[in-house]
């Protein structure tokens, strides 16, 4: 009822209930009266605490300008934005009268915190195997909030450089742009008896459609050379030996209402992601994929999260989807089973070919392990379903059944100072006997 009072403008209102208690029908009356005090007005915004970090950049975040009717929802949200920043270790809003009844002033105040990286670094994981990174970021540039990105990584089954910039507010309009630039080289021999080296390039740009639902375009150009095929290698693989080259539109909405974007503990967030390949190049396809999360807290530090997500793809003019553009299943994506362990299979030489329809859903809960918050250290238990299947190839050797597969396990997860470390343990309930299944998991150093 505050809300609803202070979006009119009336931040001094006073809501007081008034009880009439009938014990004989044991009923209660309640009546509020509402002192709603003068309409306030935003007189000013003061902003202190941000040593690099320009003014523009936090009140670009504020849903309230100066000479605005003062509203505590939109306040409330301004806050929730410039804490979404993730540029300040504290973010403090205050707000005192100004130099009249009916005038509010609205005080910001920010501690900065390190928005920039320079690290080198080692790790394991179970997909790329040992691999030491390079890695050059900054997220606040100049104090502008543009973000730079710039990495090397190099592992047993993966090499990869990339580079990526963004604009959040592109020639001073609420209008994100940016631009992609990868080269990786891929080691897939274990799951599909080949490597792959892909060069892509995207340009990109997002917008607010309405306040918590953002809309983003992007062209991608990408390279794709499939090559070093084992001769024994499935003749789904071989077939698709060579380079393709793609050129893709596409768009994606998101519905976001999580209280934060960095570990959530209410709300949800929905995401469509739409491309069409065609333009000129190899391949022709169209790509639909749907995700989406819900968070609630159950208890003080435990949080349930429910998620979903489904994909599918597939070719026109006379074009079928190939190996490269399929989706695959397994790994981090369903824990359980290894990378590319669930969908369609060649029997014969137990290649994993990729499917062009999946769907999955997880539950996880997060819990804190009575260890210092500083830390940043929480254990979770989960439960994971999904399955992949279609493909546009068919033989005797192929293996689809399309049926639903079960895990459930246990996993820590460490932010640590060096980069982020997972472990999973998990076990596959419900499985195919063609599955590749995984019991351990474990990923760590500064970028997976």
């Known amino acids: 009822m505050t809300d609803e009072v202070g979006k009119l403008g009336y931040a001094f209102a006073r809501i007081e209930p008034i009880q009439n208690i009938d014990r004989d029908n044991l009923t209660v009356d309640v009546t509020y009266r509402i002192d709603q005090g003068p309409r306030v007005y935003v007189e000013r915004i003061d902003i202190k605490g941000n040593v690099r970090t320009l003014d523009s950049v936090i009140r670009r975040e504020f849903r309230l300008a100066e000479g605005d009717p003062f509203n505590t929802v939109l306040l409330r949200r301004s806050i929730q934005r410039i804490r979404n920043l993730d540029f300040f270790e504290k973010v403090d809003v205050r707000t005192r009268q100004g130099s009249a009844p009916d005038r509010i002033v609205i005080e910001v105040d920010v501690a900065e915190k390190s928005t920039g990286s320079l690290s080198f670094g080692a790790g394991y994981s179970t997909a790329d195997g040992p691999l030491a990174d390079v890695r050059l970021s900054e997220d606040n540039l100049l104090g502008r909030g543009q973000a730079l990105l710039l990495s090397f990584t190099v592992a047993a089954r993966r090499q990869r450089i990339e580079f990526s910039f963004t604009e959040p507010y592109f020639l001073d309009r609420d209008l994100a742009a940016g631009i992609d630039l990868a080269h990786t080289q891929s080691d897939f021999q274990s799951e599909s008896s080949f490597d792959e080296t892909v060069t892509r390039g995207r340009l990109r740009a997002s917008y607010e459609l309405t306040e918590y639902l953002r809309h983003s375009v992007r062209y991608t150009i990408k390279n794709s050379d499939i090559h070093n095929v084992d001769p024994d290698a499935s003749e789904f693989i071989r077939d698709e030996q060579g380079e393709r080259l793609t050129s893709a539109i596409g768009q994606t909405f998101t519905y976001d209402r999580r209280d934060t974007r960095f570990l959530p503990s209410e709300g949800y967030v929905i995401r469509l992601d739409q491309d069409i390949a065609g333009l000129f190049g190899d391949n022709r396809y169209v790509r639909h994929e749907l995700k989406g999360d819900f968070y609630y807290s159950i208890a003080p530090d ?125 076990q596959a309930l419900v499985k195919e006997d063609e599955d590749d299944t995984e019991t351990f998991r474990l990923s760590f150093g500064t970028r997976f």
């Open 302 to 426: 435990v949080v349930l999260n429910l998620g979903g997500a489904a994909g599918f793809v597939f070719g026109f003019a006379g074009e079928d989807v190939h190996l490269s553009d399929r989706f695959f299943l397994g790994g981090s994506s369903l824990r359980g089973f290894a990378a590319a362990g669930v969908g369609p299979r060649d029997t014969d030489t137990d290649d994993a070919l990729g499917g062009n329809l999946y769907y999955k859903g997880t539950v996880e809960v997060r819990f804190p392990l009575g260890l210092p918050k500083e830390l940043r250290m929480f254990g979770r238990a989960f439960v994971d379903a999904g399955t992949l299947t279609e493909i546009d190839v068919s033989g005797p050797q192929l293996e689809d059944s399309g049926s639903i597969r079960v895990s459930a396990g246990i996993g820590l997860s460490w932010l640590s100072p060096l980069g982020p470390l997972a472990i999973d343990l998990a």
